[in-house]
């Protein structure tokens, strides 16, 4: 690798309004705005919008795509499984440090990972003028039986998240927590336990959790996470008995029962139907006992589909890239320790990665 | 200490005081003496020592933890407890973790230069809500939402037992409570603490109504001023041979700490021997009483500075006598109870209006007639230092509790203003999901400047509309809290309005509560801060 044809990532990939930008592919990464083509790490909607014109994206992702937003969801929708690659060609610039000057047209070559954040979940590999790029997009580094587990894919330059980019967020093993939750059963037997969880990955790995745990019983459903669950059995993730809500007609009888339904139904007038609510919340927020007591979360269950603040510091260890650019969370500590850890560092805005919104 | 932590844990999260009490009394049922004793102490605040200083604490985590790292994380967080808990680098669990009563027997016996690195060994064989758990315990910053006197609710119902036989033996026992548990178990008689300065429950009153005025007969009544302060009861024993003095506020809090200078003036010149008197707690600068605002600043500190007592020096007009030189009065009638407590006075050469005693002797008022009455509570109520009167039964024996007929209330009409709606916040317990604390605002200019929040004097049906109609003119939201369109007037009453630094608007409404909802009445009808400010009582 010579310098006259390598071109450094810093000059290639840009951020902008609508999100992460590779200019010599012109594609976008997770754009949040409809643009022509992007690739999308995820299905969370964050991450995923409808209306690109083409979309790249791991099958299962594309598969949440369009259950989310219709089958019409982009105008040319291309699978990409784990491990395999697409090629897109660069487009000619004007740009005199362009790399296709010497050698003809360059390609852009991007493959697709294992991210271990949620079903589908991918991290990309960008490939170009001599240096070797991965967008971790979301992801974690702990066992979750609905997606493959995280790879390490070695890397010039490691895009990296940071939405739990502090040294105080270490989550506990889920086990623990969905023991909490059968504990709160022991104790309430006549409370109906509603249990907050996002509609995509965190209520399919809650009850999944807690069929390990041996729970066995119906687990109820809010309409709101009815398709996504449909779409993790068709999967081939089977999650036991499960029942909508809406099909239970004495709500009494769900006294001493699971309830699952978005975190913004726990406040809801939604839930004054149920029988003496006990508001239960699944996220990596709840270890901060203020964010869990803001949200009212009388039970919290510190379960995330992200990587805690060691997993991150695992990631950089073994993915030991020369650079890392840290995005959407907490960024300073994570460049200030991988500062510490001899890594480059440098922090990368990006719009439209609101905590609030944040699905996880 | 696993399962003291596992019950804070809970607590913490859970929301009403039922369901916290069910946590307790499971935690109770299960868990051995003399753990469950000290968890009681720790919940009431019945400990003696601070395990360690907060000092130490943030001296430890500064030698393990990155100061940056450290900085960046408490921003975060907002607490160091919690902080400190999650940071903790070291980890190496213990299955056999220390029960809580070791950890207390540890800390009361460690020698001072080995608090530090013990408080280290412990941290690391702890979860971090373990080490939260202890970092409160050890600081006594435990704030889990149940007031003391839940804890003595619950005590009584996990023995059967009423709460005024808790009351009565509360401050005479001591933690870890294992005499009192066992006799709330039917394991052992009740706990004997006939020679304790203790706190006894004290007899409350009525609101006063329009037919008890109408039938207001002289002679069978006993009038005084109602003072605005709060009900205390001081408890001493001189026949000790370690005196003991105890202040209890009406719930059965010790308060002792934080009035020496009232407990002070209780001295060797008085004839004393065992005594309990009833009384308002008061600032007063000799006889003149100052106001509730003055005495906030004295409840507020738990250790006053020399400065503050001096300023904001305690008084105590005393009302009642339970106990006089050992006799025990509750049996006889008020007019009894009266005299003995003036010939007390007389005995310690305190005369009514006496300028150097920390203690007075309640005023007697008279009234001839009902119309008398109605005139003089006119007259008491201009003072503003004067919440009223109170009229009780020269007859009546001194029952714990409400009884009937027996004393009443009539505090002054309250104050109102019109306020507007600013923000709302949902409630607890049967009120959650329901928009039911209002944050209300008067006008200064253009702009609403919030002077007070209240949450209740409505009905169950106005709070439904209350509630529908936040729904449909909510503006933004801060966390759970909801703005509001500033269109809905409420008719607030209170009981007064004292300045303050703390708020912007810079007065304070003493019980606020929703007197009435102006669906009709335009928000640029309601008041002005300056309408407000000019019923600062002076």
């Known amino acids: 690798m010579t310098a006259e044809n390598t071109i450094h990532p810093s000059k290639w990939m840009k951020t902008d309004d609508a999100g992460l930008y590779c200019v010599p592919g012109d594609f976008y990464i997770d754009p949040m705005q409809p643009v022509d083509t992007a690739l999308v790490t995820h299905g969370h909607a964050d991450h995923a919008r409808a209306g690109h014109k083409r979309v790249f994206a791991h099958p299962q992702t594309m598969a949440i795509m369009t259950t989310r937003y219709g089958d019409d969801m982009a105008e040319v929708q291309i699978p990409v499984p784990y491990r395999e690659s697409v090629e897109f060609d660069e487009v000619t610039t004007t740009d005199s440090n362009s790399a296709s000057t010497e050698q003809g047209q360059r390609k852009i070559k991007v493959t697709f990972y294992p991210a271990g954040h949620i079903l589908g979940s991918s991290q990309l590999l960008i490939e170009y003028a001599g240096y070797r790029l991965v967008i971790s997009g979301d992801y974690k580094r702990r066992h979750d039986p609905t997606c493959p587990p995280f790879e390490v894919v070695p890397c010039d330059v490691l895009i990296t998240?940071?939405?739990?980019?502090?040294?105080?967020?270490?989550?506990?093993?889920?086990?623990?927590?969905?023991?909490?939750?059968?504990?709160?059963?022991?104790?309430?037997?006549?409370?109906?336990?509603?249990?907050?969880?996002?509609?995509?990955?965190?209520?399919?790995?809650?009850?999944?959790?807690?069929?390990?745990?041996?729970?066995?019983?119906?687990?109820?459903?809010?309409?709101?996470?009815?398709?996504?669950?449909?779409?993790?059995?068709?999967?081939?993730i089977a999650l036991g008995d499960i029942i909508p809500v809406s099909e239970v007609e004495d709500k009494a009888s769900l006294a001493g029962e699971i309830v699952l339904a978005p975190p913004s139904a726990l406040a809801d007038r939604w839930s004054r139907s149920l029988p003496h609510v006990r508001a239960v919340l699944a996220s990596g927020w709840m270890q901060i006992r203020a964010r869990a007591k803001q949200r009212n979360a009388e039970l919290p269950l510190i379960i995330s589909d992200h990587c805690d603040w060691p997993e991150l510091l695992q990631t950089l260890t073994e993915v030991n890239p020369s650079e890392v650019w840290v995005t959407h969370g907490r960024e300073d500590a994570l460049m200030y320790q991988a500062q510490k850890m001899g890594f480059k560092a440098r922090a990368l805005s990006l719009v439209g990665y609101d905590e609030a919104a944040q699905e996880e | 200490m696993r399962a003291f932590s596992d019950l804070l844990e809970q607590l913490y999260y859970t929301a009403g005081t039922k369901a916290k009490a069910q946590l307790i009394l499971h935690y109770l049922a299960t868990t051995p003496d003399p753990d469950r004793g000290w968890a009681i102490a720790a919940m009431a605040g019945t400990l003696r020592f601070d395990f360690f200083k907060r000092n130490t604490v943030k001296k430890l985590i500064t030698e393990r933890v990155d100061s940056e790292l450290f900085a960046m994380s408490y921003d975060y967080v907002g607490e160091v407890s919690e902080t400190v808990a999650h940071l903790w680098p070291e980890f190496t669990p213990d299955k056999t973790l220390p029960s809580l009563s070791e950890v207390v027997d540890t800390f009361a016996n460690v020698s001072k230069q080995k608090v530090a690195s013990t408080l280290a060994n412990y941290l690391t064989i702890m979860t971090p809500s373990q080490r939260w758990a202890l970092l409160k315990l050890g600081t006594r910053g435990l704030r889990i939402g149940v007031p003391a006197r839940?804890?003595?609710?619950?005590?009584?119902?996990?023995?059967?037992?009423?709460?005024?036989?808790?009351?009565?033996?509360?401050?005479?026992?001591?933690?870890?409570?294992?005499?009192?548990?066992?006799?709330?178990?039917?394991?052992a008689p009740k706990p004997d603490i006939s020679n304790a300065v203790t706190f006894h429950p004290v007899m409350l009153s009525h609101p006063i109504a329009q037919s008890d005025i109408d039938d207001f007969i002289p002679e069978q009544w006993q009038?005084?001023?109602?003072?605005?302060?709060?009900?205390?009861?001081?408890?001493?024993?001189?026949?000790?041979?370690?005196?003991?003095?105890?202040?209890?506020?009406?719930?059965?809090?010790?308060?002792?700490?934080?009035?020496?200078?009232?407990?002070?003036?209780?001295?060797?010149?008085?004839?004393?021997?065992?005594?309990?008197?009833?009384?308002?707690?008061?600032?007063?600068?000799?006889?003149?009483?100052?106001?509730?605002?003055?005495?906030?600043?004295?409840?507020?500190?738990?250790?006053?500075?020399?400065?503050?007592?001096?300023?904001?020096?305690?008084?105590?007009?005393?009302?009642?006598?339970?106990?006089?030189?050992?006799?025990?009065?509750?049996?006889?009638?008020?007019?009894?109870?009266?005299?003995?407590?003036?010939?007390?006075?007389?005995?310690?050469?305190?005369?009514?209006?006496?300028?150097?005693?920390?203690?007075?002797?309640?005023?007697?008022?008279?009234?001839?007639?009902?119309?008398?009455?109605?005139?003089?509570?006119?007259?008491?109520?201009?003072?503003?230092?004067?919440?009223?009167?109170?009229?009780?039964?020269?007859?009546?024996?001194?029952?714990?509790?409400?009884?009937?007929?027996?004393?009443?209330?009539?505090?002054?009409?309250?104050?109102?203003v019109d306020a507007v709606m600013m923000y709302a916040q949902r409630g607890h317990g049967k009120r959650s999901s329901f928009y039911s604390d209002y944050t209300f605002g008067a006008w200064q200019d253009e702009q609403l400047l919030p002077i007070g929040k209240a949450y209740s004097g409505f009905t169950d049906e106005e709070l439904k509309k209350l509630d529908n109609w936040v729904r449909r003119n909510a503006i933004g939201r801060f966390g759970p809290v909801r703005e509001v369109k500033k269109e809905l007037v409420l008719e607030v009453a209170f009981d007064a309005v004292h300045p303050s630094k703390r708020h912007k608007s810079g007065v304070a409404l003493r019980f606020p509560r929703i007197h009435r909802i102006r669906w009709d009445k335009p928000a640029n009808e309601a008041d002005t801060l300056s309408n407000v400010k000019a019923l600062i009582e002076q």
């Open chain 2, 150 to 187: 839940s804890i003595k609710q619950i005590l009584a119902e996990y023995g059967n037992q009423d709460i005024t036989e808790i009351e009565k033996l509360w401050h005479g026992v001591t933690p870890p409570y294992t005499d009192l548990l066992a006799w709330l178990e039917g394991n």
């Open chain 1, 161 to 236: 998240e940071a939405t739990f980019g502090l040294p105080v967020f270490a989550h506990p093993p889920i086990e623990q927590e969905i023991q909490k939750l059968l504990h709160s059963l022991d104790v309430f037997p006549t409370r109906c336990h509603l249990v907050g969880t996002y509609a995509l990955g965190k209520c399919q790995r809650v009850i999944l959790a807690l069929r390990e745990a041996g729970y066995t019983k119906p687990i109820y459903l809010h309409g709101a996470l009815l398709k996504l669950c449909d779409l993790y059995e068709r999967e081939g």
């Open chain 2, 223 to 416: 009038i005084e001023h109602k003072f605005d302060g709060i009900r205390v009861q001081l408890v001493c024993n001189t026949t000790k041979e370690e005196p003991e003095k105890a202040l209890f506020s009406r719930t059965g809090d010790d308060i002792s700490h934080a009035f020496p200078d009232l407990l002070d003036s209780v001295n060797a010149n008085m004839v004393v021997d065992n005594m309990v008197l009833d009384g308002e707690l008061l600032v007063m600068h000799n006889d003149e009483v100052n106001t509730f605002n003055a005495l906030q600043q004295r409840l507020n500190k738990k250790k006053p500075t020399a400065a503050l007592m001096k300023t904001n020096p305690a008084g105590l007009i005393v009302y009642d006598a339970l106990v006089l030189e050992g006799k025990q009065l509750t049996d006889s009638p008020l007019v009894t109870r009266r005299k003995a407590l003036e010939a007390w006075f007389d005995k310690n050469g305190i005369q009514e209006q006496d300028n150097k005693s920390r203690l007075h002797l309640s005023e007697c008022l008279s009234a001839d007639s009902p119309t008398e009455l109605k005139a003089l509570h006119k007259r008491v109520c201009e003072n503003r230092a004067v919440e009223g009167l109170m009229i009780k039964r020269s007859s009546s024996s001194y029952v714990p509790g409400r009884p009937k007929g027996q004393w009443y209330k009539w505090k002054r009409d309250p104050l109102v």
